[in-house]
């Protein structure tokens, strides 16, 4: 509505729940031509941790890239606790039929924060920080299929690991690398031939030291380069460029948590295809790309 409005859009995370709502939202902004950052600032801030290590990784630094631990579950929208009976007075002021827009309507009970309990399998609201960095980092080919697997643990939904696999080869797992402490504040482990290199926001190591101790050379390869996240999209509203996580980048990475939280429902394996935006030959699970918006709201 904003887009349509004619504004310029900053959004923090979820920017979408359902991969639908995705899609919408990138074409809203390229058919109005609008600005949009989405708010994943660890491309831009934390002392260039992030974007460091992204180069490092690209260059070559630790060999072939193969595997990247995510600290973090994906997560959906899957509202199985969702209605309830209890209720309690809305705080004066408070528009919860607003609130709520299109979610299916619930009594007020007190609870109104990023992700409401019973709404949600996994994490929808933290695990955007590390899933972008690791796409970022991987480079992936965005039109290739991803293959996305559940592994059980010990029998508890919240142990359950969720693997991808990129046409590229690199495998991602949404556990912590063993024994590495630096990775679990949004960030992650990036496994290689030659060696690894873990990253946070309070922290970066790499295995040998020697890889963070050669600097970049001026011939390597760099990324998009920003150092105050809501500075460039200022900037990008002025200048009208792309902002360093513009609407398609952001919602490759809300559909890598989507989609693994949809594997994480289902508890079994499923290929995306992203150029489709659809589960290969899994009607089951298409169904859950979307839900039926409540009315008046609608896409």
């Known amino acids: 509505m904003a887009l349509r409005a004619g504004k310029d859009v900053y959004c923090e995370k979820p920017m979408a729940i359902t991969v639908r709502e995705g899609r919408n939202l990138a074409d809203v902004c390229r058919r109005y031509s609008r600005i949009y950052q989405s708010g994943m600032q660890q491309r831009s801030e934390y002392g260039g941790k992030f974007r460091l290590a992204c180069e490092l990784i690209r260059n070559g630094r630790i060999g072939q890239l193969k595997e990247v631990y995510s600290y973090r579950q994906p997560g959906?929208?899957?509202?199985?606790?969702?209605?309830?009976?209890?209720?309690?007075?809305?705080?004066?002021?408070?528009?919860?039929?607003?609130?709520?827009?299109?979610?299916?309507?619930?009594?007020?009970?007190?609870?109104?924060?990023?992700?409401?309990?019973?709404?949600?399998?996994?994490?929808?609201?933290?695990?955007?920080?590390?899933?972008?960095?690791?796409?970022?980092?991987?480079?992936p080919d965005p039109t290739a299929p991803i293959q996305v697997s559940y592994e059980a643990k010990d029998g508890k939904p919240e142990n359950a690991v969720i693997h991808y696999r990129y046409a590229n080869g690199v495998e991602v797992h949404s556990n912590g690398y063993p024994g590495e402490p630096v990775g679990d504040v949004g960030g992650a482990c990036f496994v290689g031939t030659q060696g690894r290199i873990a990253v946070d926001r309070n922290s970066i190591v790499s295995y040998p030291a020697t890889i963070l101790s050669a600097p970049l050379r001026p011939s390597d390869s760099r990324v998009y380069h920003a150092d105050s996240h809501s500075g460039n999209f200022l900037d990008c509203v002025r200048s009208r460029r792309l902002t360093i996580c513009n609407p398609e980048t952001a919602v490759y990475t809300m559909n890598a948590i989507l989609?693994?939280?949809?594997?994480?429902?289902?508890?079994?394996?499923?290929?995306?295809?992203?150029?489709?935006?659809?589960?290969?030959?899994?009607?089951?699970a298409n169904r859950l790309l979307s839900y039926t918006p409540r009315p008046p709201w609608r896409l």
């Open 76 to 139: 959906a929208f899957y509202p199985t606790q969702w209605t309830s009976d209890e209720s309690k007075p809305l705080p004066k002021g408070f528009d919860w039929d607003l609130w709520l827009g299109p979610l299916p309507w619930r009594a007020y009970h007190g609870e109104a924060g990023h992700a409401l309990p019973g709404c949600f399998v996994g994490d929808v609201n933290w695990s955007p920080h590390h899933y972008d960095i690791i796409q970022w980092t991987i480079n």
């Open 259 to 284: 989609i693994g939280g949809i594997s994480l429902i289902l508890k079994r394996t499923l290929t995306w295809d992203p150029a489709k935006a659809e589960f290969v030959g899994d009607a089951q």
